[in-house]
Each structure stands twice: as structure tokens, then as C-alpha cells.
Nanobody, 119 residues
């Protein structure tokens, strides 16, 4: 059974830092990513990382956030720095298993962790 357990959210002042962790179990994943959803907004991709370490970032967080992955621990991290009030959202861990054509990928989500950036 696949499980994604997030931790590390909380309240931080503007300009501060937080590190989110997502511990996965039950499978090895092709891609792991962080999404976020602010009140009244759609869920958006923050950052993703493949099994070979290739990363991509939303333009709004590039240069401030860093995604990394510990394959041995099956854990993905999101180091967030220079946080802004606009970064306030529920952050969700996502993990994908790609099975190859013609099978669609399998998609899994964590329960979410709140990040609030406020003075």
C-alpha cells in the first residue's frame, strides 16, 4: 500500500526558511513533486524531481526553493528560503509511477501540510 507522509510545515516570518519532507512507502516512484494550493486558488506545481535527479521549478519559486530526493530513504524534500506571504498555502507531496504505454501513470498524494508566511 502506497503512503506519502509529509512533515515540516508551520508558521514562518517573511524572509524565513522551512524544509518540508515527504516520506514515501509502498513503491519506488518515477517522479516525486510538491504542489501547493492557496485559499481560493487552483493547486499548482511547485517543484518536481525524477529518479535520475532532474528537477524543475515553478517560475515563482526558482532560486528560492530547492527540491531534493533521497532514493535510499524514499523521501523527497523541499527546502524553502526567502519565503514570502504569497507562499502561504497547503503543500502536497505527489508521487507518480510511470508504467509505460499504453498504461496511464499511477498518481498518489499526501495529506498536505500547511505553510503560513506571516509577520
Amino acid at each position: 500500500q502506497v503512503q506519502l507522509v509529509e512533515s515540516g510545515g508551520g508558521l514562518v516570518q517573511p524572509g524565513g526558511s522551512l524544509r518540508l519532507s515527504c516520506a514515501a512507502s509502498g513503491s519506488i516512484f518515477s517522479i516525486m513533486a510538491w504542489y501547493r494550493q492557496a485559499p481560493g486558488k487552483q493547486r499548482e506545481l511547485v517543484a518536481g524531481i525524477t529518479s535520475d535527479g532532474t528537477t524543475n521549478y515553478a517560475a515563482s519559486v526558482k532560486g528560492r526553493f530547492t527540491i531534493s530526493r533521497d532514493i535510499a530513504k524514499n523521501t523527497v524534500y523541499l527546502q524553502m528560503s526567502s519565503l514570502k506571504p504569497d507562499d502561504t498555502a497547503v503543500y502536497y507531496c505527489n508521487a507518480e509511477i510511470r508504467r509505460g504505454w499504453p498504461y496511464p501513470p499511477l498518481d498518489y498524494w499526501g495529506q498536505g501540510t500547511q505553510v503560513t508566511v506571516s509577520s
